[in-house]
């Protein structure tokens, strides 16, 4: 093994954007507390509990500021998303799920950072006659073309945790998987919310060249 080889890789800035919902708060407290890990930007609309490798600027992701100097990172990732209830119609989902994740994308990149890390869904299919699906695989494909030296798409089942917001059919969902999940195929078993973060925050530090996909089967 050669000198550099044996040289252990420098802490990574990561810019984690999402950080106030379920996987998001996982993904930050695993960033936190990772020696690998040296600083981490949040933006966001609330306010985050203070720490010394974090910071948290307030954000408008209807209004992004281009040239912000934390767009620049050695990783971006990104846990946005909502639902068609919460979000209010179609085009304010698409808003939330395609267009804000892929525009820091853009801005990230423009800005240098070579990896993203998207957590996206299982099922996500440009082709897709679902809709959900559909904006999913939409914006996995808009991805691909930014440019990142690394690309990742995580693509959970149901996930699984406590949420802030009460989604009945979800709770019900998770709580049959819980009963069957052994009996299940890994792919269709309930994925807990820390698995995901963790398979999202490692990929992001791993950044393994070209397109990569992690799937549902691998965070059960």
Known sequence: MNSA???????QRLLLVGATG???????QRALADPRVASIVAPTRRPLPAHAKLWAPAVD??????DAAWWRADAVICTLG???RTAGSKAAFRRVDHDHPLAVARRAHAHGT?????????????????FYNRVKGELEEALQ????????????????GQRDEFRLGERLAASVLRAVGPMLPRRWRLNPAEHIAQAL???ALAA???VSVIGAERMA
Do not use: K
């Open 5 to 11: 080889a044996r040289q252990p890789r420098l802490a």
């Open 22 to 28: 379920l996987v998001g708060r996982h993904v930050l």
């Open 61 to 66: 992701y209807e209004r992004l500021d281009e």
């Open 82 to 84: 909502t639902t068609l």
């Open 114 to 130: 070579p990896t993203y890390v998207l957590n996206s869904a299982i099922g996500a299919d440009a082709a897709s006659r679902f």
């Open 145 to 160: 073309q930014v440019g990142f030296a690394s690309l990742t798409l995580v693509r959970p089942g149901l996930i699984g």
């Open 201 to 203: 925050l490692e990929a």
């Open 208 to 210: 393994r060249p070209g």
